[in-house]
Nanobody, 123 residues
Framework: QVQLVESGGGLVQAGGSLRLSCAAS????????MAWFRQAPGKEREFVAA????????DYADSVKGRFTISRDNAKNMVFLQMNSLKPEDTAVYYC????????????????WGQGTQVTVSS
């Protein structure tokens, strides 16, 4: 079992930055692939970024490549999403997710989810 708690969301102006954090419980955190997804009102949940258990492999949605960076600290059971050059279209609830297999961009592949943190980017 893994419990995930996101933090770091908020209101920011376009062009600004935010850093999201995801704190995970469980002694086997380092064996999980981790990902960030987001969901805007009236839209489906979409993939943002993923990182392998050891951190050597990452994947990003085309819409955030070059602006967002995913990282993890297995010693602290934490995953991060650094978001730069934010745009109004990045506004959404951001969710942290975990799975015990290789990274994936499909939300249905992930077993564990956090409660989400709201990110609002004003124009």
């Amino acid at each position: 079992q893994v419990q995930l708690v996101e933090s770091g969301g908020g209101l920011v102006q376009a062009g600004g930055s935010l850093r999201l954090s995801c704190a995970a419980s469980g002694r086997t955190f380092s064996s999980y692939a981790m990902a960030w997804f987001r969901q805007a009102p009236g839209k489906e949940r979409e993939f943002v970024a993923a990182i392998s258990w050891g951190g050597s492999t990452t994947d990003y949605a085309d819409s955030v490549k070059g602006r967002f960076t995913i990282s993890r600290d297995n010693a602290k059971n934490m995953v991060f999403l650094q978001m730069n050059s934010l745009k109004p279209e990045d506004t959404a609830v951001y969710y942290c997710a975990a799975r015990t297999d290789y990274i994936s961009s499909f939300p249905g592949d992930y077993t564990y989810w956090g409660q989400g943190t709201q990110v609002t980017v004003s124009s």
